[in-house]
């Protein structure tokens, strides 16, 4: 195995171990913060009652309110002048949480951005390009000095101006991007309009993330730009990218357990759940400085996958979000993730690039509408025929989702479009 870093080639007992001291380490660390002092104190807990990673489980846990309670610095675990950058996540489910780092901590978060990179095959003589937002979302600056870290000759791009970015992959002759899901298939629609082939670029690799997606998109991603597309997750509780990464075998992402320890819990009893079962995934971070974080609640549905990496790390994996737990659809006592539509919707050929689901009442009850745009081929005059694509869609559908949906074919093109991630339910009900 090639690797970057020697950290990537640690055994189970080894990262066990590391992992123990670490976390030892941090909790000592976050008793400088008077947030975490009072935290421990209630909890009743103690630096000393940490000895084994186990342990972890007699922390408190921290929950994007706690980060949201403490604005902007009750976090803080060192003095303001020891700060070198401040970050801010999305704010998808409300108010943006604030992250600050010291230089140790943009150091390390770098190494394991480049390490990602490395993982799937970048190297120091690829072309980067990273088409992300840049400012306060960590996906610009934070993807960004890895790549610069690892070599790469790095692209700043950003967000949108499509056209504009497809003239630098040509031009510049990108080997390698960075850019979001929904971004990416959208982006295929321009290629389409500019009468460019995305296969007749020069890219060999991309690295698609910050939002859930099927794997469904991934493969229309890959076959539309006939490359291979890495899933990358991160948040930026925990610095941003650069948290877990699929490796060359796309079996699962593998969590740098170095640097974070995960755990997988009950999102109601906040117990662990049986090895290979879907529940929250709860990091700590293990190397940062300046605001060190237990047990944060990311809210994000996964599961640890079971065995070993073909690979040969033994980071353990975990599996694609299936959604955050707040994005779970409750319809007619029926438990919905926008997921499970999307993998029905992007499975099939005369579905476009993009849907949305809407929530509307229909007299007293509650109803799913979902808008599906249609490829321009399919999208023909004949009335017959699009009322059976139509009812093929419900009907596909409610296999899934077990409700049938109201099913609204649009044309290619016409829903919103977000530069950041995309908004794939909207809630029109009104007074709930
Ligand atoms: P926000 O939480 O406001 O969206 P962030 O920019 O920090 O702010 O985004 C982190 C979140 O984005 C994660 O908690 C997760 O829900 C989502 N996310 C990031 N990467 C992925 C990925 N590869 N797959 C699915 N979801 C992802
Ligand atoms: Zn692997």
């Known amino acids: 195995m090639e690797y970057l870093h020697k950290e990537e080639l640690l055994t189970r007992q080894e990262l066990n171990r590391l992992q123990q001291v670490r976390l030892k380490n941090t909790v000592f660390q976050c008793t400088k913060s008077s947030f975490y002092r009072n935290k421990l104190a209630y909890a009743g807990v103690r630096v000393g009652d940490i000895n084994s990673v186990q342990e972890v489980q007699k922390l408190p846990f921290t929950t994007k309110e706690d980060l949201r309670s403490q604005y902007p610095y009750g976090l803080l675990t060192v003095p303001v002048d020891k700060l070198v950058r401040l970050h801010a996540s999305s704010g998808t489910t409300g108010a943006p949480t604030v992250i600050v780092h010291t230089r140790n901590d943009l150091n390390t978060w770098a190494d394991l951005v480049a390490r990602c990179m490395h993982m799937v095959g970048v190297r120091d003589t690829d072309v980067f390009q990273n088409i992300s937002g840049y400012g306060l979302f960590t996906g610009g600056l934070g993807i960004h000095y890895g790549a610069e870290r690892l070599g790469c000759l790095t692209i700043p791009a950003g967000a949108g ?106 999102p109601e009893t906040l117990e662990p759940v049986p090895e290979g079962e879907v529940g929250e995934l709860v990091l700590t971070t293990l190397t940062r400085e300046g605001m060190p974080i237990i047990r944060y609640r990311t809210k994000d549905l996964t599961r640890f996958i079971p065995g070993k990496c073909p690979c040969g790390r033994e980071h353990r994996r975990i599996d ?30 005369e579905v476009g690039q993009n849907y949305l689901i809407e929530l ?27 009322k ?45």
Not at 172 to 194: G, N
Not at 333 to 349: A, C, D, F, T, W
Not at 360 to 386: N, P, S
Not at 422 to 432: P, T
């Open 161 to 266: 101006n499509s056209k504009r970015q497809i003239k630098l992959l040509k031009d510049f002759k990108v080997t390698v991007a960075h850019i979001i899901p929904s971004y990416a298939l959208h982006l295929s629609t321009v290629f389409d309009e500019m009468g460019v082939d995305p296969k007749s670029l020069y890219l060999r690799i991309l690295l698609i993330g910050a939002e859930p997606h099927t794997e469904e998109i991934r493969q229309r991603i890959e076959d539309i730009y006939g490359v291979k597309a890495y899933n990358s997750y991160g948040l930026s509780e925990m610095n941003g990218p650069g948290v877990a990464f699929e490796c060359e075998c796309q079996e699962g992402m593998h969590i740098w357990e170095d640097a974070y320890l995960p755990e997988i819990v009950d």
């Open 320 to 349: 694609r979000i299936l959604g955050r737990s707040d994005d779970m659809i409750i319809l007619k006592g029926v438990n919905i993730y926008p997921m499970q539509v999307e993998k029905v919707l992007m499975s099939m050929p």
């Open 360 to 386: 509307i009442k229909e007299g007293y009850l509650d109803q799913m509408r979902v808008k599906v745009e249609i490829r321009e081929e399919y999208f023909v005059e004949d009335m017959r025929a699009l």
């Open 388 to 432: 059976e694509l139509q009812q093929k869609i419900a009907h596909k559908l409610k296999d899934e989702i077990l409700i049938t949906p109201r099913v609204e074919l649009v044309e290619s093109n016409s829903l919103p479009k977000t530069e950041g991630k995309a908004k794939r339910v909207v809630d029109l009900r009104g007074g709930k």
